[in-house]
């Protein structure tokens, strides 16, 4: 079965510099999530977006933008980057209206971002 | 603010025997409830999940308990195996909407021969 697809694995970047990190959604989902896992915490919930939406927004730095194409694919835009946003960024895929399912809330296997 | 918490930040069980990792939670919202297990450099795996009209969902070797009134889950893995030693966490969210999770802060198991 197809699942959420992340790109780039890894990214090594320098400070002040600007990252993209790509999501492909399983195909039919219609709502993608960020979330920002660092070292030995748990995984911070940035943005997400509803058919192209931005449908909820979380702790996401205002360096950083985020959107969702007419195929579903969603782009994380990290501008001026920080020593402190080094981290394993995920992205989820869900469909929706779900009732009492996990919506087929998948993850992808994420994008470790080094910020050096 | 975490508004879901694992106290246990790890957990050591031999094989064979049960696994519980317990999860609370204190946003009285949230009424889905999702267990994930993770490695290292991979993303979350979904594992089971329990609606808040339910106190207990099976699955195989997975069982997840719901306590509303004390606000608390847990769940059971038996019988452990070494294939269950990951970071396991527990996530919240509001059922019938596509809505954001929030995670609980992760328990590590190690399963031991």
């Known amino acids: 079965a197809a699942g959420v697809i992340q790109s780039p694995r890894h990214l090594i970047k320098e400070k002040r510099e600007t990252a993209t990190l790509k999501c492909y959604p399983i195909?039919?989902?219609?709502?993608v999530y960020w979330y920002q896992q660092g070292p030995g915490q748990d995984p911070q919930f940035l943005i997400s977006f509803y058919e192209k939406m931005q449908s909820d927004k979380g702790s996401i730095p205002d360096r950083f933008s985020a959107q969702q194409f007419s195929d579903y694919h969603s782009e994380l835009n990290m501008s001026s980057l920080e020593l402190g946003d080094s981290a394993l960024y995920f992205c989820?895929?869900?469909?929706?209206?779900?009732?009492?399912?996990?919506?087929?809330?998948?993850f992808g296997s994420g994008t470790r971002l080094t910020v050096v | 603010d975490q508004q879901v918490k694992q106290n246990s930040p790890s957990l050591s069980v031999q094989e064979g025997r049960i696994s519980i990792l317990n999860c609370d939670y204190t946003?009285?919202?949230?009424?889905?409830f999702l267990w994930y297990k993770k490695y290292p450099a991979e993303g979350p795996t979904f594992l089971i999940s329990i609606s808040s009209i339910k106190d207990k969902n099976e699955d195989g070797r997975f069982t997840v308990f719901l306590n509303k009134s004390a606000k608390h889950l847990s769940l059971h893995i038996v019988p452990s195996q070494p294939g269950d030693s990951a970071v396991y966490f527990c996530a919240a969210t509001l059922a019938g909407t596509a809505s954001k999770l929030t995670f609980g802060t992760g328990t590590r198991l190690q399963v031991t021969l």
């Open positions: 989820a895929s869900s469909y929706s209206p779900g009732q009492g399912t996990n919506y087929g809330y998948t």
């Open positions: 946003n009285s919202m949230f009424d889905y």
């Open positions: 195909p039919r989902h219609d709502t």
